[in-house]
Structures are given as C-alpha cells and as structure tokens.
C-alpha cells in the first residue's frame, strides 16, 4: 500500500514528506493506522547524527498511538479494530530478559531493530523501489507502520489518541523512571535534572508518590511555572547559583535521596550523581548522551555510598504496564493534556523540531 509518511534522508536535513510504500504484516506483524504521534528529544538526536544506531534514510517516530488495521499471520494477541500504543522497548515475555522480571529491557527483537530492520531483517518500507529504514521498531512518523506483536500494548478504546500517544515514550519514561526503576518512597527528597518532555514526568511521578521536596533544575526560567504545576516544591537555575551541586546539598539537609538527569549532558550527570545524599544517595540517567561521550566522577562518590543508575522507557513494561498508565490518565490521577503545547500536522513536522530545539514546546504532537 501506499502511505503519507515524514522521511529523515540525511543527518542534520529537515524531513520531507512523501509517498512512500509499505508492504503489509508478516508473521507475527501488525499493520498499525497511526493516528497521532508525539516529538521525542530522541527523534531530533538521531537526525542531528549524533546516534550511533542512526540509519538514514530513515522513518522516524517513536511516540505513537493508533489503529490496528490488518494482522499476519500468527498474530494472538491483537486484531483488527484494536487501539494500540507502539512499543520501542518491546515486551515478549519469553526472552531471558523477560523472565527474569529484573529489567524491562527485552531482547527478542533488538539486533534487528537496532538496525532499522523487522525481525525477518527486512524492512516494509520503500520509496521508488529502495529500502527505507525502521526507526526504534515503531516508525510513527509514517500514517501505516508495521510493528511486531511483541511491540503493541492494547489500550482501551475511549482513550484520546492525540494526548495517549504521549505515553509512548515520555510520559512513561517520566513517571516509570520514578516508580519502576528507582521506586522512590514518600518524604523523599528528590532533584530533577532538565524540565522539559520527561523531567516534568519525572516531577509529576515525585508527586504521585508523595515526595517531599521536589527541586526541579532547568536553564530555562520559563519551565519553572509549568514544573511547579506539576508538583515542583523547589526551582533552581543553574545560572543563578554559583554551584549547583551545593545549592541542592543545602536545600536537602546534606544531599538528595534521588536524583533524575533528564537532558543528555555528560556534565550534568555528574552534578546530578554528586548532588545526591552520602550513604545512600541514588541518581538515574535518563537523559542520552551523544556518540562517543562518557561520564566521570571520583570512585570516592561511590565508595561513600551513592549510586549511578539508568533508566529507558522508564523501568516499563509496555504491554503490561502502558494500559494501566493509559487508565491513570483517564481516570485523571496524571495530567498529560497541560503538557502538548502544540499539535501540527503531518506537512509541519520540521516546525515541532524547531520549537523543540528553540525551548518553545514541552510536547508537540503531529495529529495525522
Ligand atoms: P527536552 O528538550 O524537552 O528537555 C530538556 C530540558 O533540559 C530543557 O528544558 C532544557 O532547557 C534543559 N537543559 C538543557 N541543558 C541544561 C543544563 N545544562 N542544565 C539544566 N537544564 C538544562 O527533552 P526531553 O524530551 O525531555 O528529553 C530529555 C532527554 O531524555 C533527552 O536526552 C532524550 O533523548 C532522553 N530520553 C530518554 C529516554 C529513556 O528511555 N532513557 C526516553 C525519552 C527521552
Ligand atoms: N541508540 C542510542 C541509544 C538511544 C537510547 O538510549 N534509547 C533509549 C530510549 S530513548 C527514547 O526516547 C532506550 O530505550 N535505550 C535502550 C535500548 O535498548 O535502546 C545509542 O547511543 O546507541
Ligand atoms: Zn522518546
């Protein structure tokens, strides 16, 4: 078939829109109808160039809600007419990483994934006879996409596309990096590197779990009044201080229980680690750091008792966990709407990476 799709030719180059071609499910594929579909920093991280997994041409995409259209063969889980959320970290149940229920990170699919391949190692779309690559195994940048089984969570079907999608990647990533990966307590203090797309998850995530100072640390003294929204008790411009470490170490009596670097700096992530409490002390990257960057700190940081973690996706597992975070929204325990500042259409795609990039949006989200 034919579908309308946003296509990334080269690194650092505007998408362009075309028709392209898709070809339909394969076993154990679905063909999804994408209905809506978030921009993700990660989206504009592989464009720039600076993913060493990016592929061009390519269609990008990872933050999608739809419409299951057609299924292939073997498919058990899904049909036709189903509401469905694309998975980037897919959820098979069966790989080694799926059983030993100690990391949502499953594996069935992700060498071919990683290069921008379905399972079979070939890819559905093509544009005048060539191949263009799978982006994070959801491509939702294209109106069709063909997506594995393993890579959809069913979700009800009253729930609006336009603002769910956003709970493909940064709502969950947000709120799970919080209660699946570092399970913070209440009367925690907690310190939020980065307020955009996921740091005011993150904020959001603090205050469902009853947190006690929430600080939230952004650059841009415009995202201090939509954090405080969203239950930050504490702003700090790093600007404005002249240490950021210590101005968070005071506010805390000695240091943060938990801290959340969501920006991608290398830097940060040590203020974020070094900013956390001695003894037990925890920080979580989320942010993703470009190619070839490492991070440092003196070992002393861990010896005394503080550690560094990451966390993708959010700690979540998609077809387990995103239904039930879909129910939270509905039911009005999390605010998702207050966060997509604009909605475009497919033909203005480029103009959510600009207001991105320009610190303009916390979400934009490209209705098709
Ligand atoms: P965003 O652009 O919406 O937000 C980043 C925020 O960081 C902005 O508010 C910006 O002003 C602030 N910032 C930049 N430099 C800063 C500094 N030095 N100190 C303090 N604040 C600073 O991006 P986003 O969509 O929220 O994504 C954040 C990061 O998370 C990106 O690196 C993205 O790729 C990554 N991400 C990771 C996962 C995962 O599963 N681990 C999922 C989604 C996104
Ligand atoms: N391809 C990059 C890494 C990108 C990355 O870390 N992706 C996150 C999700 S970001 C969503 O916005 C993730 O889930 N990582 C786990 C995984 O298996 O990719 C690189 O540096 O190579
Ligand atoms: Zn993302």
């Known amino acids: 078939m034919k579908t309308k799709a946003a296509v990334a030719w080269k690194a650092g180059q505007p998408l362009t829109i075309e028709e392209i071609d898709l070809t339909g499910p394969k076993s154990g594929e679905v063909l999804v109808e994408i209905k809506a579909t978030g921009i993700c920093h990660t989206d504009y991280y592989t464009l720039s160039g600076a993913d060493p997994e990016g592929l061009f041409p390519a269609i990008l ?5 739809g419409v299951v259209v057609d ?3 073997n498919v058990k889980s899904l049909r036709k007419g189903d509401h ?3 998975l980037y970290t897919p959820e098979c149940r069966e790989c080694k990483f799926c059983l030993s229920k100690k990391t949502n990170l499953c594996q069935a699919i992700r060498s071919t994934q990683g290069k921008g391949l379905m399972p079979d190692s070939t890819s559905r779309f093509s544009i005048d006879g060539k191949p263009l690559f799978h982006y994070m195994g959801t491509s939702t940048f294209s109106n069709y996409t063909v997506v594995p089984e393993i890579a959809l969570a069913k979700i009800r079907e009253d729930a609006p596309f336009d603002k769910v999608c956003y709970i493909g990647c940064g709502v969950t990533t947000g709120i799970g990096a919080v209660i699946y990966t570092a399970k913070v307590e209440a009367g925690a203090n907690v310190a939020v590197f980065g307020l955009g797309g996921i740091g005011l998850n993150v904020i959001q995530g603090a205050r469902m779990v009853d947190a006690d100072k929430i600080i939230g640390i952004d650059i841009n003294p415009e995202r201090e009044a939509m954090a405080r929204k969203f239950g930050m008790t504490h702003f700090i411009n790093p600007n404005d201080v002249p240490n950021i470490v210590d101005a968070v170490v005071q506010l805390t009596d000695g240091g943060a229980d938990y801290s959340f670097e969501c920006i991608g700096s290398t830097k940060v992530m040590r203020q974020a680690l070094e900013c956390t409490h001695k003894g037990w002390g925890r920080s979580i990257i989320i942010g993703v750091a470009e190619a070839g960057a490492e991070i440092s700190t003196r070992p002393f940081q861990l010896v005394t008792g503080r550690k560094w973690e990451g966390s993708a996706f959010g700690g979540a597992r998609g077809r387990t966990d995103v239904p039930k975070i879909v129910d939270w929204y509905m ?5 998702i709407d207050s966060l997509i500042t604009h909605t475009l259409t497919l033909d203005n795609i480029n103009e959510g990476f600009r207001l991105m990039k320009a ?3 916390i979400r934009s989200v490209v209705i098709y």
């Not at 995409?61 to 809600?65: K, L, Q, T, V, Y």
């Not at 039911?331 to 605010?335: L, Q, S, V």
């Open 71 to 73: 299924v292939g063969p």
């Open 331 to 335: 039911e009005g325990k999390i605010d």
């Open 84 to 86: 469905v959320i694309p």
């Open 359 to 361: 610190g303009e949006s």
């Open 61 to 65: 995409g990872h933050e999608g809600a």
